[in-house]
């Protein structure tokens, strides 16, 4: 099953290799990760999309918790939570595609952020699978690049994490 | 205003006062500034070893015996990627100790600097943690960060990285107290209600087991464990790395257990109805197949400071995460109190049933053989120390057999690369062992493959005199590497005999120790009554052993704890 975890972590070099080397070391998988740091500077955020059994998850937050480094790890999915991800896509758009493209960008609620006589280039946010939808729904051949963010998550109403 | 000092000062105050008194190290261009602190004082102790993987290793054998925190000194580059080795095996088995790096100037990192390597992550993977020191005003609260961290907790080896130039910078020095980190506070406390749980189980229990690890000897949990299964009089059996967490020769432990463990232990493993698993990780060398261990329905109590051990090869019904001798003590206080009754004819008939697995004497061997039994060479080495030396042993079948013969009765007289399996350890550990303990006896038990692996400690050992008494079983093989090719490999013994083994008496001579061959089995006691005899000198004992000797039980790879093989 697909989890997305949130952890707080020492701003502070090394600390994202000392995750990720966590991560192929124990050969857990990585979907997306996406990290920056927060109001306070010395705390970064992460999100981590990954995939495994309870078995499997219980493990990596009990892993990631043992990084020296890490302040607080949660499961995001262990209540309700919110999830975006941006997407930055740059398509083919010429003759008819043009409007079939500004069409679709306004249903996924996305907006065109740069244009030229051949290609738009489309700034989209939502959750990873709505992001894959748009993906699909544009004619492959169509897409010039894709660059995506990895999920961002946060908890829904007033829980927070915090130091 | 406190008095500015150079970073090489600061370190060598840190040492100092940590109190540590010996360090294990081996100079270069890096380190130079320290090795220059170092010689100007005499609090620190240093002793120059050969190798650096050997400083590692004598580090963590100083700690294992003696329950301080130890210390390692390298330079950069090849210097730290030599100590790799040691700190690996360091890790596996979560001992406390701190590795002080040299590394190039902080202008010169990631230019690809005469002897730089990528220090902190290279180490990364087998360290509890490191650091680069980029600021000389950080050095002192780094370095009382990287003890507390070692110490605490599950132990492990901490490396701080210090580049050349932090070295000569100088601060204003005042060694912290005590640290505080938001984000490492490890549990001591057990969960009230847990142990609650536990004890209504351990009292339900119709066939139970005590099953003990490294972690008891690391906690310093022996008196406390020991004085839980007795008050139950319950079965007792150690890990590889747990022995003398409960005294060998007391009728309630059942061994070793494990993939060469005894077979009552296993079976007693496989077949108990409540498992009381305390300080240790259900790895596979333990418990075989986690399915077909899996496959025996019996409820598990685990104890352990990290929660990361509890469930992950096998699932518990009652974790408990916490300071091992803090929830024993509890426990056996509820236990005392309780109004529950134990099974007593349940318990009475589990021991029946143990008592017969044990009439299968399964650690029996021709004690009529005319040439030189391992087992033999073992059992006697226990009988002429009365079982109070140190032991130290390298990585294969002498340790298998050491472990299996020598009764501890005693925690921290048993130090053996357990996790990682590093031959080489044994020579190393035992320098450590000894400049720990310098009244101990102290036996290094070897094979003629393993102990080359760090030969040139015999030099080390000669320069600060310390008179190990290392046990060679020589067989002529890398004996489990022979044993295995034995059973699984159709007898095609490849690249496992050692060809063109050395004098081993001339090359102890040579270093100026003393040097024995033993050949006959009568001649095994007298020779090493004669070797403790000598209590100021080194003696390299080469016992010519049978070849053909294997280690039973055995529990193969992949298989379950009661698919032992037996002999």
Redesign the interface.
Known sequence: MRHIISLL??NE??AL??VA?LFS?RGYNIESLSVAPTEDPTLSRMTLVTIGSD?VI??VT??L??L????KVVDLNDGCHIERELMLVKVRAVGQDREEIKRLVEIFRGCIIDVTDKSYTIELTGTSSKLDAFLEAIENSCILETVRTGASGIGRGEWILK? | MSVELTGAEITVRCLQEEGIDCIFGYPGGAVLFLYDELFKQDKVRHILVRHEQAAVHAADGYARSSNKVGVALVTSGPGLTNAVTGIATAYMDSIPMVIISGQVPTGAIGLDAFQEVDT??IT??CV??NF?VKDVADLAETIKKAFY?ASTGRPGPVLVDIPKDITQHKASFSYPSKVT????NPVVKGHSGQIKRAVDLILSAKRPVVYAGGGIILSDAAKQLTEMVQLLDYPCTNTLMGLGGYPATDKQFVGMLGMHGTYEANMAMQYCDVLIAVGTRFDDRVIGNPKHFSNENRKIIHIDI???SI??RV?VDVPIVGNVPDVLKELIKLLKASEGKFDQAALKDWWKQIDLWRDRDCLKYDRESKIIKPQQVIEQLYNITKGDAFVTSDVGQHQMWAAQFYKFDKPRRWINSGGLGTMGFGMPAAMGVQLANPKGKVACITGEASIQMCIQELSTCKQYKLPLKIITLNNRYMGMVRQWQEFFHGNRYAESYMNALPDFVKLAESYGHVGMRIEQPEDVEAALKEAFKLKDQLVFMDFITDQTENVFPMVPGGKGLSEMILV
Request: net charge positive; no cysteine.
């Open positions: 972590m020492e070099a090394g290799s000392r080397g070391a078995e219980e493990q009990k892993q918790n043992k020296i480094e890490v302040v130091v | 902190v992550g990364r993977p509890k943690h680069l961290i980190m938001r984000s490492y990290d929660p990361s469930s992950k699932k």
